[in-house]
């Protein structure tokens, strides 16, 4: 009798952990599962993947001494012998000494031919360690290809449930938040991923990365916490009132400083002279980095601009036909130019007054009509002015985006080879202001440690061409064709878009740097430690590698360097433009080994990123801040003649003016220094008996004691309101001469730092005020305005305009004497009228009413007592005021109910 076939029972498959199987409890099928995460048991959270039994051949051979017994149920203990295959190792963390064995393991088991036998597949959940990396390998029958495509299917699945959840659940768990609060520094909220790596800072609703200058200060928390038990037994409450009444003052500066709104552009401009200076001023700086004009056209209408103002009849006649959207290019340029024309920023209330005229101008509700490339140059020149007038500098980064998505819009991220064929100079203008618009991009997130929003992969747009911009003038006609083609230059040959077409070659990796910083699941704000230093020291090498390939050319174009440019500045086109570039790099350098400085104070893995953060810093501190801290440093104040020190005029005078990259370096980097000094000092203390000696310590270092304070405090005296700077670099450097003296204990480090805080109040409320009476002149003498034309001498060339603007404190104490006349005479006038009306006031009585009228007083009159008003100017003008006043009367009377006037 045939024995009957047996039917194999189909196993459901098992989708929970085995933790949650055992507890026989819901799992959310996630790796790690919501109960694991719950009970802390990341690591053992597992998923046992079960495979149906295969059938018994027809003769059963001799069972292996390692085979698993038949009453063995499937489990993830491991059972028979066990092969252990280690993972592979990466050979660059077993290269560094902080590298340690993974935990992790992977086992072969060896199945048994018992129909119970089964092989098991653990997933290990570590945070730290991406799936991919998971190794894992099972005895699976080759002769069944079902079962490879369901396991194969259910390996996708876990993969994409790991990277689906390690933003939300492994993030909550692996990075802890801490609140800090400080009665100096203001509420801010830092998020971890280690013990010593912040990635993010959140303040004032907003979320900074770690490229944010922010990040400095965190550094140095324990300054302000030993701070605040003064706070609360009374101690420090000058210090916290006089920061408050500075912000009072900051506020009301800015008050006075910032123009109705809306500022409606008008058309007054600078004398002649003074706007020549500050449209060289705007080339020889910024336009050498950002091509954004074509500089022939823009001085072709310039000047057309000036022969319509010399061709007016009265010099005091304003224009009337001009084109405002070019009137509002010349504004800005002269805005940006004004921020380096002298070293007090005295043109600070015309540069605000013409950025605000310019958002008055981009505000009007046309948008179609905005999408051409002269709207697209305003945009990117108003987004300079902003940073280098301090009108929200630090926000550019919303309307770089902005900016980003209007160039797509327009097509600028396609390269005009897959476009409609146009003329070269169409051609070259879409390509550099693509080019400056990834500059401005890139630029605007390290800033604001913010993602840059844009990737390789989403334009094909060509760097611009080597062209001369008087070349793309000769291609230019009416009928939109090239009659005598252009041809571009060797990249050997110096040019004006030589700069930009270099620095094209570095954004690369310069966008990679902003996205590794920046981004939410990059390396450095979600994986760990080993792996995010990894990636900065590959960063780190791409960059240095990047920058010599641009140093050589730099050098070669140096060599090459002929008069192409503006009059007078060829010989020093390249100054300006090579020591930017040097802070930029420098400071995506330090960026690169910030999130691990703290780490490198502990841990002699990461000295590397300690050095290269101090050698970072000081480059760019000494290209913020030329001139040693002296009583003969006021060279600084002087206008350097020698074309190297007017560039470094130039940078020192965007990083004290404005409140862009440069401001934000020079602040973050301040306070990187004073770190260090403090650590070194603390290293000697704990390693030695002795005092400190101040010989063994750099002397740039000791130096930064003071020139920290001197710096953040000249940026208060030409005009800044933000008395913060000044007030941390004070009290650090308190702390430090504190320690140099041998003071220990919190508590005295504590009396120092109140005392540091209340010499810093006592010097800034002063100035504040100094500066809030000034600005309320200054109001004050324009009618209302900051820039009135002719009374600030703004007006047409051919005015009576004061000579030249570097005499503006001579002006402004002229205004005041006549502003104090005007208020006499005006005082005298309303004496006089005041007899007047005493004189012209009588006393009427009708009906037993009495009123007291005056002649020059508005009156509404109901007629026929209907809702129609009239507006009485002048009564007088009447003439029989009593006939008048009866008739009132009489109709009030009338209705019945006093009418309308209440009579």
């Known amino acids: 009798m045939a024995e009957p076939e047996r039917r194999t029972p189909r196993l459901r498959p098992q989708v929970s952990c085995a933790l949650c199987r055992r507890r026989k409890i819901r799992c959310n099928r996630e790796t790690p599962c919501s109960n694991c995460i719950r009970s802390k048991n990341i690591h053992g959270c597992v998923y046992q993947v079960r495979q149906p039994p295969q059938p018994l051949p027809p003769h059963r051979p001799r069972p292996l001494a390692c085979d698993t017994p038949k009453d063995q149920a499937p489990s993830l203990v491991r059972t ?127 979320l900074f990365g770690q490229s944010h200058w922010f990040n400095g200060v965190i550094l140095l928390l324990d300054t302000f916490k030993m701070f605040e038990p003064l706070v609360r037994n009374g101690t420090a409450n000058k210090s916290v009132a006089g920061v408050e009444k500075c912000k009072a003052l900051a506020r009301a500066i800015k008050g006075q400083r910032t123009p109705p709104w809306p500022t409606i552009p008008t058309r007054n401009l600078p004398p002649r002279e003074i706007a020549d200076q500050l449209v060289d001023c705007y080339l020889r700086t910024f336009e050498s980095l950002y091509r954004v004009l074509h500089i022939p056209t823009f001085k072709r209408d310039y000047e057309a601009l000036w022969q319509s103002v010399s061709a007016q009849p009265h010099p005091n006649q304003q224009l009337q036909h001009v084109d405002m959207a070019f009137l509002v290019q010349v504004k800005l340029v002269l805005a940006i130019g004004a921020t380096v024309y002298d070293q007090e920023f005295s043109l600070r209330p015309s540069a605000i007054r013409w950025v605000y005229e310019a958002l008055t101008f981009t505000s009007e509700p046309e948008f179609k009509s905005r999408l051409n490339i002269k709207s697209l140059q305003t945009d990117i020149l108003l987004l300079l002015a902003r940073e280098t007038a301090g009108l929200g500098g630090n926000l550019t980064w919303i309307s770089a985006g902005s900016l980003l998505r209007t160039a797509v819009y327009m097509g600028l991220h396609r390269d005009p080879a897959h476009l409609l064929r146009g003329t070269i100079f169409a051609a070259e203008m879409h390509r550099r202001l693509w080019n400056t618009v990834l500059e401005l991009t890139v630029s605007c997130s390290m800033n604001a440690g913010a993602p840059p929003q844009i990737s390789l992969d989403d334009y094909d747009t060509e760097p611009p061409g080597n062209f001369h911009d008087e070349q793309l003038v000769e291609t230019r006609a009416d009928d939109g064709s090239d009659h005598s083609p252009a041809v571009a230059q060797q990249e050997t040959e110096f040019t004006q878009t030589s700069v930009a077409i270099a ?152 990083a004290s003016h404005g409140a862009g990259f440069c401001r934000n370096a020079g602040i973050q980097v301040s306070m990187l220094l004073l770190g260090e000094l403090r650590a070194q000092l603390r290293e000697e203390a704990e390693t030695s008996l002795a005092p400190v000696n101040r010989s063994l310590l750099r002397p740039d270092l000791l130096a930064m004691v003071t020139e920290a304070k001197d710096w953040t405090m000249r940026s208060i005296k030409v005009g800044e309101t933000n008395v913060k700077g000044h007030l941390f670099a004070s009290m650090v450097s308190a702390q430090i001469e504190g320690m140099m003296k041998g003071l220990e204990g919190d508590e005295a480090i504590a009396q120092v730092l109140v005392k540091a805080a209340d010499e810093v109040v006592d010097k800034c409320v002063p100035l504040l005020e100094e500066m809030l009476e000034r600005e309320t002149r200054i109001r004050m003498a324009s009618g209302g305005e900051t820039d009135s034309g002719q009374k600030h001498g703004f007006g047409w060339g051919q005015g009576e305009a004061e000579e030249g603007m570097e005499s503006q404190r001579q002006q402004q104490q002229q205004q005041q004497q006549q502003q104090q006349q005007q208020q006499q005479q005006q005082q005298q006038q309303q004496q006089q009228q005041q007899q007047q009306q005493q004189h012209k006031q009588r006393q009427i009585e009708t009906d037993g009413v009495s009123t007291t009228y005056e002649t020059e007083t508005p009156v509404w009159i109901m007629d026929d007592w209907d809702m129609s008003l009239l507006d009485v100017q002048h009564i007088g003008d009447f003439g029989n005021m009593p006939e008048l006043m009866s008739w009132a009367l009489a109709g009030a009377t009338s209705c019945g109910t006093g009418g309308p006037f209440g009579w």
């Open 503 to 654: 620095m094209r070659k570095i954004l690369p990796i310069r966008l990679a740097i902003a996205r590794f910083l920046n981004d939410l699941g990059s390396t450095c704000r979600q994986g760990d430690m080993a792996s995010a230093y990894h990636e900065s020291l590959r960063l780190d090498a791409d960059l240095r590698a990047a920058y010599r390939t641009l140093t050589r050319t730099f050098q070669v174009l140096s060599r090459n360097l002929n008069e192409v440019c503006w009059p007078g500045s060829s010989s020093s086109a390249l100054l300006f433009p090579s020591k930017f570039i040097d802070l930029v790099i420098n400071r995506e350098l330090s960026a690169l080994h910030i999130p691990f400085y703290s780490a490198a104070l502990h841990e002699a893995a990461y000295a590397f990123s300690r050095k290269v953060v101090v050698e970072s810093c000081f480059k760019i501190w000494r290209a913020i801040n030329p001139w040693p801290t002296s009583p003969s440093s006021s060279d600084a104040t002087k206008q350097d003649t020698n074309p190297e020190g007017a560039a470094n005029q130039d940078i020192c005078r965007l």
């Open 80 to 206: 028979g012998p066990v092969v252990r295959s280690a993972p592979v190792p990466d050979p660059l963390i077993t290269a560094l000494p902080f590298s340690t064995p993974s935990t992790s393991e992977t086992f072969t088991v060896v199945s048994g031919h018992s129909s119970k036998a089964s092989s098991c597949v653990s997933y290990p959940s570590s945070a730290h360690s991406p799936v991919a990396t998971n190794q894992f390998t099972t005895s699976v029958s080759s002769s069944d290809p079902d079962v490879l495509r369901r396991r194969i299917r259910e390996l996708e699945e876990q993969l994409s449930k790991e990277a689906l959840s390690r933003s939300s659940n492994l993030e909550s768990s692996s990075n802890p938040t801490a609140t800090h609060e400080s009665s100096l520094a203001g509420t801010f909220v830092t998020q971890t991923a280690s013990t010593s790596r912040t990635v993010n800072v959140f303040h004032k609703s907003r």
